[in-house]
T-cell receptor, first 110, second 111 residues
C-alpha cells in the first residue's frame, strides 16, 4: 500500500516563508491534498493538486509536485502566527480511500 | 451550508464497553469516511460508505463497524473497547470522491 512521509516539525519566524515537504511511494494517485489541523479541531482542506499538474498557487499557498521524485511540497508565503498548526499531505488511493502523511507541526515564532 | 457534525464531541468509556459515534454529512453529500487519529499512528482510514454501502475498509479488527442510513448519516461502533482505542475519531463527507470535508471529531477516552 501507499506510504506517505513528512518531517515532524518545522519552525519559522513570522513573515518568512514556510515549506512543508511530503514524499510518497505510489505514483498512481490522481489527487494530492494538503490539510491543516488546529488544536482540538478536525482537518481543514487547504488546497489540492491534480497529478497532471506541476504547480498550483492559491493566494499565499503554493503547491509543487515532482512526480519523478514522488515529492509534494506546500509553501506558505508571509507566514503568520495563525498558520501555526499541523499540516497533513494526503493522497487518494483508488477511488474511495485516502492515505494521510504523518503530519508536520508548524510553529511560527513572533 | 452547515458543515459536517459529529456527536458526541467527547466520550469517556471503560474497557470492555461498546460505543457508538455519529456523523451527519454536509447536506447533499452521500459519501462518508471514518478515520482514527492517534499520536502514535497518525490518521488511519477505517471505512467509507456511499448510499448505505461500505465501499472500502481499512485494516482494523472486526470490533470496528459502521453503517450509513438512507439520509446519509453514518454511525460507527466499537465493541469490547480497549485502552488503545482511545483516539480522535474523524468523519469526512464528500459529494464526489475528490474533496473531503472533515468534522471536528469525537475524542474517545477509554479507561
Amino acid at each position: 500500500g501507499e506510504d506517505v512521509e513528512q518531517s515532524l516539525f518545522l519552525s519559522v519566524r513570522e513573515g518568512d516563508s514556510s515549506v512543508i515537504n511530503c514524499t510518497y511511494t505510489d505514483s498512481s494517485s490522481t489527487y494530492l491534498y494538503w490539510y491543516k489541523q488546529e488544536p482540538g479541531a478536525g482537518l481543514q482542506l487547504l488546497t489540492y493538486i491534480f497529478s497532471n499538474m506541476d504547480m498550483k498557487q492559491d493566494q499565499r499557498l503554493t503547491v509543487l509536485l515532482n512526480k519523478k521524485d514522488k515529492h509534494l511540497s506546500l509553501r506558505i508565503a508571509d507566514t503568520q502566527t495563525g498558520d501555526s498548526a499541523i499540516y497533513f499531505c494526503a493522497l487518494r488511493e483508488g477511488t474511495y480511500k485516502y492515505i494521510f502523511g504523518t503530519g508536520t507541526r508548524l510553529k511560527v515564532l513572533a | 451550508k452547515a458543515g459536517v457534525t459529529q456527536t458526541p464531541r467527547y466520550l469517556i468509556k471503560t474497557r470492555g464497553q461498546q460505543v457508538t459515534l455519529s456523523c451527519s454529512p454536509i447536506s447533499g453529500h452521500r459519501s462518508v469516511s471514518w478515520y482514527q487519529q492517534t499520536p502514535g499512528q497518525g490518521l488511519q482510514f477505517l471505512f467509507e460508505y456511499f448510499s448505505e454501502t461500505q465501499r472500502n475498509k481499512g485494516n482494523f479488527p472486526g470490533r470496528f463497524s459502521g453503517r450509513q442510513f438512507s439520509n446519509s448519516r453514518s454511525e460507527m461502533n466499537v465493541s469490547t473497547l480497549e485502552l488503545g482505542d482511545s483516539a480522535l475519531y474523524l468523519c469526512a463527507s464528500s459529494l464526489i470522491s475528490d474533496e473531503q470535508f472533515f468534522g471536528p471529531g469525537t475524542r474517545l477516552t477509554v479507561l
